[in-house]
Every structure is written in structure tokens, then in C-alpha cells.
């Protein structure tokens, strides 16, 4: 079955300073990956999604995720965190029947000034 | 470009009352649909999904049902709340046959069970 773990609860970074969230996904075949983003007291919003090809992808707000099949990962990164970045974000994954996502547990991002 | 609409935006009810939420997606025909329920703090938990009118598939129970009545709606319901129904419930859609597997989320309803 698919599933993703992302091994980070919280995480707090300053403002200015570069950010990976971590996010580990287990499936058999090279999977679809998302990550999105709440606020608080709002629904989720897509960063950004990985279906094929460049490894990189690009997201909203100047987030990107990096796609590795050797490592099972799809860690988000951002350069340069701003305090509006906080919040929580969840890597998500198909299931196999594609009738549903699978969240992991969220990464609560703090960012300080 | 497509919204999606939820009401209420909030909701305090007792424990043992009736509960009705609503979801609306405009500007997008046929898209398949999705009921998630959220603990303050928690991951979510898909509860329903459906891909076409009349068409409804439970995944997880909760003492709550879902219909879809027209093929933008989708309806979330209990005849008896529990204290465990407290909680944040996010509707969601993603494009359907042929179409590619994100969700869209719409911005959730509050409940709170007292």
C-alpha cells in the first residue's frame, strides 16, 4: 500500500533562512507526490505536485520538492522563509486504487524572526 | 476557473442532534469528490468519495453518511452527533476520468460537539 512519513513534527527556522521539510514514501511503482500547505483555521492549499520527468518541480511561492527514487523521498525546500510561511505541510501520495490521497502527519513550520 | 463552497463555516451543536454539511464545486463538471475529517492538530482522514451522482463509497465509519445529489454537491450527514465528531471537516475535488489525481480543497467547516 502507499503511505508517506514525513519525520519532522515541528520544525522552526528563522526568517532568511533556507528550509527542507522531509517527506519519505513508500509504494512499488514510481508514484504521483504532493505537497500542500494549511493555514491556520483554513483548508489546504497544493504547493506543488510530481507526476514525472525532471526531478525538480516547482511550486507556488517559491517552494520546490526534489523527487529521488533511490532515497524514497520528496523533500520541499524553499531558499528563503518568510514569517507568512508558517504553517502546516503535508506530503500526500495516491492510493493504489486512486480513489484517495494518503497524508502524512504534517510538519508544523514555526518561523521566527 | 473552479470553486468550491462549503457551508456552514462553523457549527456548534449538542451531542445526540442532527447534523447537515454542504459542499459546492462550480466550473467544473463531473469531478469526482471527497469528504475528509481533520482533528484539531491531526492529519486527515478521508471519509467518502464519489465519482459520479447517486454514487457514494464509505471509507472509513464514523457513524456519518455523505450523498451526492447533483453533480456539484455533496452532502455530509449525521442523525445523532457524537462528542468524537468535533472536529474539522474539509471537502475536496480533483478532475475525475481521465483527469490527473491532486485534490482541491475547499476552506472546511468547524464543528464542534458539546
Known amino acids: 500500500a502507499q503511505s508517506v512519513t514525513q519525520p519532522d513534527a515541528r520544525v522552526t527556522v528563522s526568517e532568511g533562512a533556507s528550509l527542507q521539510l522531509r517527506c519519505k514514501y513508500s509504494?512499488?511503482?514510481?508514484?504521483?507526490l504532493f505537497w500542500y500547505v494549511q493555514y491556520p483555521r483554513q483548508g489546504l492549499q497544493l504547493l506543488l505536485k510530481y507526476y514525472s520527468g525532471d526531478p525538480v518541480v516547482q511550486g507556488v511561492n517559491g517552494f520546490e520538492a526534489e523527487f529521488s527514487k533511490s532515497n524514497s523521498s520528496f523533500h520541499l525546500r524553499k531558499a528563503s522563509v518568510h514569517w507568512s510561511d508558517s504553517a502546516v505541510y503535508f506530503c500526500a501520495v495516491p492510493s493504489s486504487s486512486f480513489s484517495k490521497l494518503v497524508f502524512g502527519q504534517g510538519t508544523s513550520l514555526s518561523v521566527v524572526p | 476557473a473552479q470553486t468550491i463552497h462549503q457551508w456552514p463555516v462553523a457549527e456548534i451543536k449538542a451531542v445526540g442532534s442532527p447534523l447537515s454539511l454542504g459542499c459546492t464545486i462550480k466550473g467544473k463538471s463531473s469531478p469526482n469528490l471527497y469528504w475528509y475529517w481533520q482533528a484539531t492538530g491531526g492529519t486527515l482522514q478521508q471519509l467518502f468519495y464519489?465519482?459520479?451522482?447517486?454514487?457514494v463509497e464509505s471509507v472509513v465509519q464514523l457513524n456519518l453518511s455523505a450523498s451526492r445529489p447533483k453533480d456539484d454537491q455533496f452532502i455530509l450527514s449525521t442523525e445523532k452527533l457524537l462528542l468524537s465528531h468535533s472536529g474539522f471537516y474539509l471537502c475536496a475535488w480533483s478532475p475525475g476520468l481521465g483527469g490527473t489525481y491532486e485534490q482541491y480543497f475547499g476552506p472546511g467547516t468547524r464543528l464542534t460537539v458539546l
Open positions: 509504494s512499488s511503482v514510481t508514484p504521483y
Open positions: 464519489s465519482i459520479t451522482v447517486g454514487q
